[in-house]
Structure formats: structure tokens, C-alpha cells
């Protein structure tokens, strides 16, 4: 038994897929901006800096006097809610729609960029009024409504920072950000449309905000018109005191270092961070992401993602980066299963989407719903794929592509975290040719690697830790309050260089294959198995939709593999036949050795409120533990289901 072996690498995927020739012809990047890159770096970003109006234009690019401390842009300054919006206005396209929001009862509300404007200055004077200056922390606890974007770009434009908390948590995690941000204001709503009923939002705030000190007012949207209690002199409506705001707002120009949010990260592995962003790196990297990857042309694209705002997704790639860049988006503000299984492609249709960014769970859900369902609706204005989140298992990949791309559009696999702010490895739509489960490249300008125990370099086909070697625009400046847990989490682990705690391989081209966290690695008889890997075999099967593998302790092999997988349609639970047949798939497909012990169907995953599998819920499961934290998931009963359905290990 090896003492530190490194990552196995045990898929073998031959299928490529080249960019569409037209695509290609037209694309926004080229792959000389590889070439640009790698000649002159900070060069590169301080290019890409003048995507952005500052109001003093930044002479310094990157100090890196104080690692791992970086500053970017520092000399500069510029207002971020005037780049998102008043700089489309005034160049002429404030009739330009940028958000068609779609409430999940079939409401839907387009707004320009001079509604938009209008909106945010309107805001911004709300804020002042309720005592908020430059410097202060503001939490954000909506829905999927247009008034979240336009809370984050208010407290942007006067300075403030914002915390959003995901409009699904409960008043613990609530009062905990407060707390830990020390926010003055609470911005939340009656309530918002979830699986076709009105779900109240104050009350978890009520509840959080009585056990915290720091609140002065609560702000609240009226979305549902639900009833809700009401505190005289701390709760004001948001519609109240927009309404008699001007219109009209001077944005004042901040340092580019000046905080623009704290986000908590979706806690997959344990207690969340409280990650904070400034503003000149952050916005330049998210927009010239936002622009490379998705080949974003703003005349005609409609662009969708659909992240949560209360992920790092939606910061980033609803609000910042698509705004930056003056695009039209769609928002949409429920479950894709409301009121039926096609609402997604049905959006789609009706505002004639041409850039979808979704994830992995979602992927795999719609395979798990059927082919026919997208089938029924015109997609045809679809021309670019986007998947963040998770591994994307190979088979998910293709049926994107074919189900949802027509077999021609090209997928953009975006590795990134909360904590690098922006997509760091990613194909470019018109110059990669693309492989089904790899993120393949990092982006111009981003320098990343693999690397073994030892810090080594691994060459073509190994495995090992992904880390990122130089500091880059929009990476996380430390942890709010925490510059010691920052240090320790993210550059301890190797010397200079930042550990992003996912396994990864290169294969024979040099390429990433992201393999999940390290923390998820199996060892299995002296080899380090990827948790990605036994899983994306097992949804190659036919009879499974969705797979969940962990390392359980064992005897003989040190660890042994357990699979939680879940069934299509019509495969039989109760068939011991397929639990044999699941064994040998995986064993012919990536070898003998990462043959799960134990296959167990079941009919739910344990999954984070952003949809991420939790394998530590699991590994507590297989080894017959007491269950961890359970609050980031999105359903604690499906714990018990899973329990109950268990045999006694053998
Ligand atoms: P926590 O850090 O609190 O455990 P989290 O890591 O799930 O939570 P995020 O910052 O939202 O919080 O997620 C980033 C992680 O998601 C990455 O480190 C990686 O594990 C995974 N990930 C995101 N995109 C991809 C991708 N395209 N391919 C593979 N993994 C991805
Ligand atoms: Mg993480």
C-alpha cells in the first residue's frame, strides 16, 4: 500500500465535440487571448479592467506586497451599480430590456435599463433615509423577484455591503449572518411563489431578528400580500418608501477595494465562511467571464441562469457580471416542476432564450423526467450550454446537449467556488473543442494546476489536488472577520498557492477533469478513488438517474465503496439482479477496484438548498454513525427515508 498515492484515474471518455463553425467564426474570444495571457498577465487584466467606467482609472494592477492578501486595481475607482446600469443608459440603451421577470404563477414584468436605473437610485435614497452609509453591512432575504438585484445594486451604490441569505433558510442561519456581518438593515418580503402557493419569508426574519442587536429596520417587499406581523417603527414597506424617492441618484466613486458583499459559502462540507468581494477586480473578472464564456453579444442574446441570488451564481452571474455587460436576462422565480415538468423549456420558448446557465442536479433531474418533456417546445434559440454546480457526469452532459442543445450547441462546463468570485476553468464556446465532463482549460489569465501531496506538479494523466497558482482579479479577499481561517483554510495547504479543496486530474492533452472534494476521496485498498468518477459509471447505466458514492470504513480495503443510487422510472427496486448488474457495470467501466461493497437504491439524495449532494450525510449513514449537521439541507426528512430504507450492514 502506497503511503500518499495520488488520485486514480480511471474514466476513459473519447468523445469531442467541435465549436460550431459559426460560432466559432463570430465568437467574442479567440484563442489568441490564451496567447495575450500567457505573454503578459497582469497586462491581460488590466485590458479587461477597461471593460468597466471608472471614475478614476486604476495605474496599479495587482500588489501582491502582502500575500496571500492581494489587492487589485487598487488606485482606482469606480461606482458598481453605475457600471451595471447607468452607463447603458447613457449610451443609449436604457429601452433595452434587462431583466423579463417571470413569477412562477405566470406573472411576468419587464423591466428596462431605465427602469432599472430609476429603481436602484430610488433604493439607494431608501437606504440613506433608513440611516445605511457607505461602510455598513445590509442582509438580503428575498425571492427570486427583480427587487433582490435591485437591493444588491442599491447597497452597491451607496457603498454598503451586502449579505444575501438564500430566501430558503431558516431564522438560525438567518440570525447566525446577521450576526456575523453585524447588519443595520434587513431587506425581506411578505413572501414569494414556491411550488404554487405563496411561502412566507418575515416570519424567519422576525424570529432572527429578535435575537440579534445590530437591526435597526427591517425592509419589506410586498410580493404575496400575505398577511405579516408588523413591528411599528423598525419594519417599513418597500414600496412606501421608494415611492417618494427621486429618481435621480449620484453614484459616488468608491476605492476598487472597497467591500461589495459578504456571502456565506452553501456549508457542503461544514460551518459556512463568510467570503468577502471588493468591487473593481470582482466586477472586471464577472463581466469578462460572463462576456468569454457565454460569447454574451447584448444586441441579441437572451440569457438565463438559473441560479438562486442567494448563491454566488446568482451574484455573479445575474446580477454583476450580465449587467456589467449591459445583456437581457430572464428571471424566473420558482421550481421547475410549477405548475408542470416543462415550465423551464416553456420559458424558454417565450422569451427565446439563446444562452442557458443551469447545474448539474437540475440536469439530472429533467434526464430523470423524460426526454419527451423538452421535446414538446421550441428550443431552437438556444446557441450556448452553461453547467455549474458539480462534476457534470459525462452522461448528463450528452443529453444536454442533445435534449436540450439539438446536438449543436456547445457546453461550457464552468468550475469555480463562492470564493473565487468569477468562473476560473471553462472551454471558450467558439475555441474549445469540448469533451463530455471536463472544464477543461483555465480561462486566459487564470493559472491553475494539479498538484500531488508533495506539491508536485502531476504530469498528463495523473491525479490530484486542484490549486491555483497566481492571484487572480475576483478571488476572495479573506474571511469576514476571520484573516487567520483564511490563511489557514485556503494557503496552508500548499506553500504560495491557493488549495481549492477539489480533487482533479489531467488527462493525456493536459486538460482538467474536476473529480468533487477532497474531502469525498475514497481509499480503497491503497488507491485514492474519485467519489466522481464510481458515480458518473453508474449513471451511465441505464436504470439510474442519479448516483451518490462514499468511502465507508472497512475492515479489509481500509475504505470500501457504497453507492446510493437512484432508479429510472421503471427499474425495480426490490431486484437483486440489477443490484449485481450496477456492480459489474461499474467494474467493467473503470475497473475492478472501484466495484462498489454495497449498491443501495433509495429514493431521494441528501442535497444542499443550492442542490449539491451532501456525502458526509451519507458516509455517516454507511457507517451506521450519528448524522452530522443537517441544516444546509434542503429536506432533513430525506434522512430518515434513507435510514429506513437501509439493511443492517452486512
Ligand atoms: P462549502 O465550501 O461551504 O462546503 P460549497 O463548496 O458547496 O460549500 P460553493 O462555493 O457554492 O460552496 O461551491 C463550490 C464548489 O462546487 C467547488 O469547490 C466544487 O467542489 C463544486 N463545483 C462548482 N462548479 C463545478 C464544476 N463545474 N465542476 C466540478 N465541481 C464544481
Ligand atoms: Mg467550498
Not at 467574442?28 to 503578459?40: H, I, M, P, S
Not at 429601452?95 to 436602484?120: C, M, N, Q, W
Not at 461602510?135 to 427587487?147: Q, S, W
Not at 425592509?219 to 398577511?227: A, E, F, G, H, S
Request: hydrophobic fraction near 40%; proline fraction near 6%; charged fraction near 25%.
Amino acid at each position: 500500500m502506497t503511503e500518499n498515492p495520488s488520485l486514480s484515474n480511471l474514466l476513459k471518455e473519447e468523445r469531442r465535440f467541435a465549436p460550431p463553425v459559426e460560432l466559432a467564426a463570430a465568437a467574442n474570444v479567440t484563442a489568441e487571448a490564451y496567447e495575450q495571457a500567457k505573454a503578459d498577465r497582469l497586462g491581460f487584466w488590466a485590458e479587461q479592467a477597461r471593460r468597466l467606467t471608472w471614475a478614476t482609472e486604476p495605474t496599479e494592477t495587482l500588489d501582491w506586497s502582502n500575500p496571500p492578501f492581494a489587492k487589485w486595481f487598487a488606485d482606482g475607482k469606480l461606482n458598481v451599480a453605475y457600471n451595471c446600469v447607468d452607463r447603458h443608459v447613457e449610451a443609449g440603451h436604457g429601452e433595452r430590456v434587462a431583466i423579463h421577470f417571470e413569477g412562477e404563477p405566470g406573472d411576468s414584468r419587464a423591466i428596462t435599463y431605465a427602469e432599472l436605473k430609476d429603481e436602484v437610485s430610488r433604493a439607494a435614497h431608501a437606504l440613506t433615509e433608513l440611516g445605511v452609509q457607505k461602510g455598513d453591512r445590509v442582509a438580503v432575504y428575498l425571492p427570486m423577484i427583480p427587487e433582490a438585484v435591485v437591493a444588491m445594486l442599491a447597497c452597491a451604490r451607496i457603498g454598503a455591503a451586502h449579505s444575501v441569505v438564500f430566501g430558503g433558510f431558516s431564522a438560525d442561519a438567518i440570525a447566525a449572518r446577521i450576526k456575523d456581518a453585524d447588519a443595520k438593515v434587513v431587506i425581506t418580503s411578505d413572501g414569494g411563489y414556491r411550488r404554487g402557493k405563496p411561502s412566507a419569508l418575515k416570519p424567519a426574519v422576525d424570529e432572527a431578528v429578535s435575537r440579534v442587536d445590530s437591526v435597526r429596520h427591517v425592509l419589506v417587499v410586498q410580493r404575496t400580500k400575505q398577511d405579516v406581523a408588523w413591528t411599528e417603527g423598525r419594519d417599513v414597506w418597500w414600496h412606501e418608501i421608494t415611492r417618494k424617492q427621486s429618481t435621480e441618484h449620484t453614484p459616488e466613486a468608491f476605492d476598487a477595494e472597497h467591500p461589495l458583499f459578504i456571502l456565506y459559502t452553501s456549508g457542503t462540507t461544514g460551518k459556512p465562511k463568510g467570503i468577502l468581494h471588493t468591487s473593481g477586480g470582482y466586477l472586471t473578472q464577472t463581466a469578462y467571464t460572463h462576456h468569454a464564456v457565454f460569447d454574451l453579444k447584448p444586441e441579441t442574446d437572451v440569457y438565463w441562469c438559473t441560479a438562486d441570488i442567494g448563491w454566488v451564481t446568482g451574484h455573479s452571474y445575474i446580477t454583476y457580471g450580465p449587467l456589467a455587460n449591459g445583456a437581457t436576462q430572464v428571471m424566473y422565480e420558482g421550481t421547475p416542476d410549477t405548475p408542470h415538468q416543462g415550465r423551464f423549456w416553456e420559458i424558454v420558448q417565450k422569451y427565446g432564450v439563446t444562452i442557458l446557465y443551469t447545474a448539474p442536479t437540475a440536469i439530472r433531474t429533467f434526464m430523470k423526467w423524460g426526454d419527451d418533456i423538452p421535446a414538446k417546445y421550441d428550443l431552437s434559440s438556444l446557441r450556448v450550454l452553461g453547467s455549474v454546480g458539480e462534476p457534470i457526469n459525462p452522461e448528463a452532459w450528452m443529453w444536454y446537449r442533445k435534449n436540450i442543445g439539438a446536438d449543436k450547441c456547445p457546453i461550457v462546463d464552468t468550475w469555480w467556488q463562492t470564493e473565487t468570485g468569477a468562473m476560473m476553468i471553462a472551454p471558450l464556446p467558439g475555441v474549445t473543442e469540448t469533451k463530455p465532463g471536463s472544464a477543461q482549460r483555465a480561462l486566459p489569465g487564470i493559472a491553475a494546476t494539479v498538484v500531488d501531496d508533495e506539491a508536485n506538479e502531476v504530469p498528463n494523466g495523473g491525479g490530484g489536488y486542484l490549486v491555483l497558482t497566481e492571484p487572480w482579479p475576483s478571488m476572495l479577499r479573506t474571511i469576514w472577520g476571520d484573516d487567520q481561517r483564511f490563511i489557514d483554510t485556503y494557503w496552508s495547504r500548499f506553500q504560495d498557492r491557493y488549495f481549492a479543496g477539489d480533487g482533479a486530474k489531467k488527462d493525456e492533452d493536459g486538460d482538467i477533469w474536476l473529480l468533487g472534494r477532497v474531502d469525498d476521496v475514497m481509499l480503497v485498498s491503497g488507491h485514492n478513488i474519485s467519489t466522481t468518477e464510481v458515480e458518473s459509471a453508474l449513471v451511465s447505466h441505464p436504470s439510474v438517474a442519479e448516483a451518490a458514492v462514499v468511502g465507508a470504513a472497512d475492515e479489509t480495503t481500509g475504505q470500501a465503496i457504497v453507492a446510493f443510487v437512484i432508479l429510472r422510472g421503471t427499474a425495480n427496486v426490490e431486484d437483486e439482479g440489477l443490484v449485481a448488474d450496477l456492480r459489474n457495470h461499474v467494474g467493467s467501466t473503470l475497473g475492478p477496484i472501484a466495484k462498489p461493497k454495497r449498491v443501495l437504491p433509495v429514493a431521494e439524495l441528501p442535497k444542499t438548498r443550492s442542490g449539491k449532494i451532501m456525502r458526509r450525510l451519507l458516509r455517516d449513514v454507511a457507517e451506521n454513525r450519528e448524522l452530522g449537521d443537517v441544516t444546509t439541507l434542503t429536506d432533513s426528512s430525506v434522512m430518515e427515508l434513507i435510514q429506513s430504507r437501509l439493511p443492517a450492514a452486512p
